[in-house]
């Protein structure tokens, strides 16, 4: 019988992806292969965490305040490691990681990133503005490994959405996603059957 593969998920914010990847789990793709050991965040009151709690997921919030990035990164690796985590799922997780993290968690931490890149790196709203003032027809999101870049890792997976004339920051942010939230899990079951391979 196959092990289940134990999943860390890291956020700042709303958590928006995280129900599509809860539910992929119960009754998806994801049945049987994986599971979310835990959730962490460094923000108190964020949304990740209420819906961790309306999950029944174990969760932690670890407070950043004082502490410099390595130092922190290693209270975040304290809690991966206790729940036996594999892979490190980041959703709207705002923080940049330590070069130690990233060297230690190697292909093991994924983000999701709502652009094709490399085209628009940055964060979340700056970004469909970005592609909005640019005239684009289509935009996207992108699944990758991080590394010690930003927004540089191997890409793991992309979607593309369109674009409308009529579009606003929400309603392309809406589309973009709905095109996340399926491609995280097949992602994830890809990560958990073995099939994805780094190419140097």
């Not at 599509?20 to 923000?43: E, F, N, Q, Y």
């Not at 980041?90 to 085209?119: A, C, D, E, Q, T």
Request: net charge positive; aromatic share 8%.
């Amino acid at each position: 019988m196959k092990k289940i593969l134990e999943i860390g998920v890291v956020g700042s914010t709303d958590g928006n992806d995280l129900p599509a990847i809860v539910k992929s789990i119960k009754k998806g793709k994801l049945k049987g292969l994986a599971r979310i050991a835990v959730i962490i965040s460094d923000k108190k009151d964020s949304g990740i965490l209420k819906k961790a709690k309306h999950y029944k997921i174990e969760h932690h919030y670890l407070d950043p305040k004082g502490m410099e990035r390595t130092e922190y990164d290693k209270k975040i690796a304290e809690k991966l490691d206790k729940y036996n985590v594999q892979l490190i799922a980041l959703i709207g997780y705002m923080r940049l990681f330590s070069s130690w993290f990233v060297k230690r968690y190697k292909n093991r931490i994924m983000n999701i990133h709502p652009s094709l890149l490399p085209s628009f790196p940055g964060i979340d709203r700056s970004v469909h503005k970005a592609v909005l003032a640019y005239g684009c027809k289509v935009s996207g999101c992108t699944l990758f490994f991080i590394d010690e870049g930003k927004d540089t890792g191997p890409i793991i997976m992309q979607k593309a959405v369109p674009v409308y004339a009529d579009d606003s920051i929400n309603t392309l942010r809406k589309r973009v996603q709905k095109a996340e939230q399926e491609i995280y899990p097949e992602a994830i079951k890809l990560y958990a059957l073995g099939k994805l391979k780094i190419k140097t």
